[in-house]
């Protein structure tokens, strides 16, 4: 990682368009050789956040192994930095360009800046990966475990290149419900994708993980915050073509598709309350049904988080009475990594609805990180 030269050349004009020009999040022709190289970056104003921001494009690896670029924004703080770096990995955002957490914080409108803030004020650089297709040309691979897996790990690799703290900064994973997932998915992934990521990691924080897929869809069927399941379908048409997800649908379950791609989550959740997924599949099956049969049942299942245990101390929130993602899939992720040898603090929290976990999540998720980074024993529930 050149940081000297990268450094010097962020002196130079080099540019994003406005936040709003998608032109400006376009690789260029050939990628950099080494995932987290970054490949542009400018200076800009975070408005809801006491930061220096650096929009950054990087390199990072879709699920398939090819090499993409990725887009996010790296906060260096303006009280003094400590010199530690949190890779923040957010919650369900939309899968609309505009809905990219990069835009987002330099808007002034991303709904998860009161705790980024609150990392920044307490000296933590945090970098934010905008995942894949967020931003970037390409659909948006929502929850897909590599991809967002990969994108947390080489934004933390961009911001040490950067120079926004030293290669050898010690550092943290963190993140909340599709944070929550890539953040889990990074912390199991860092042994074998990132292992030079993993030599500075003190631990992760993972709240209300989407662990599986098809409990989570099946859940959401016929619910209030129903419209994100076509999140998903969307992400999992541009990540598994061959699974010609189109071809299950009917017209209505194709506008859909075509509509949900272009909101963010503000948008989708009040427009499409209670509804059913029978309603779009072109045979009348359920999405349960539809999970069930290969090759969907393969292809979710690769999405399971749980299989692999994360060599650093990991903590997990989940309210017991959550909405959104069901409960009990995070207490099998948890038994899961137990068994393997993990380090897990397991948080059941008494609140009611997936956003009032968020909350309650973020008091205990500031102390374990804080415990982390002071080098003192956290607990382990396993």
Known sequence: MLVTVVTAVLL??????????????????GLPGQNGDVIRAEPVATPTVPARGTRVLYRSTDTDGRAIAVSGIVLRPLAPANGRLISYA?????????????????????????????????GYT????????????????YVNRLAQGHAVLDAARAAKELGSVRPDAPTAIAGYSQGGGASASAAELAPS?????????VGAYAGAVPADLAATGTYLDGKPAAGLVGYALNGFDAAYPDLRVPDQLNAAGRRFLAETREQCVGDTVPRYPGLRSETLTADG??????????????????????????????????????????????????????????????????????????????????????ARFAGRATPSTC
């Not at 994003?16 to 690789?27: E, R």
Request: include cysteine; charged fraction near 15%.
């Open 193 to 201: 994708y990132a292992p030079d990521v993993q030599r500075t990691l």
């Open 126 to 141: 945090v970098a934010v990966t905008d995942y894949q297709g967020l931003g970037t040309p390409g659909t948006h691979t």
């Open 285 to 370: 099956s359920t999405l349960a049904q539809i999970l069930a049969r290969e090759p969907f049942r393969t292809r979710v299942e690769q999405q399971r988080i749980g299989t692999i245990a994360p060599r650093v101390p990991v903590l997990v929130v989940h309210s017991i009475a959550d909405d959104i993602v069901p409960f009990g899939q995070d207490a099998t992720m948890v038994r899961n990594w137990c068994a393997q040898g993990a380090s897990v603090q397991f948080l059941p929290l008494p609140v009611p609805t997936h956003v009032a976990g968020a909350v309650a999540g973020f008091p205990p998720a500031l102390a374990f990180l804080e």
């Open 12 to 29: 130079m004009p080099i540019g994003f368009a406005h936040a709003a020009d998608p032109a400006g999040y376009d690789p260029p022709a």
């Open 90 to 122: 957010v919650g369900t955002q939309g899968i609309a360009d505009r809905c990219a957490p990069s835009r987002q914080f330099a808007a002034g409108t991303e709904y998860e800046a009161a705790f980024v803030g609150s990392l920044l004020a307490r």
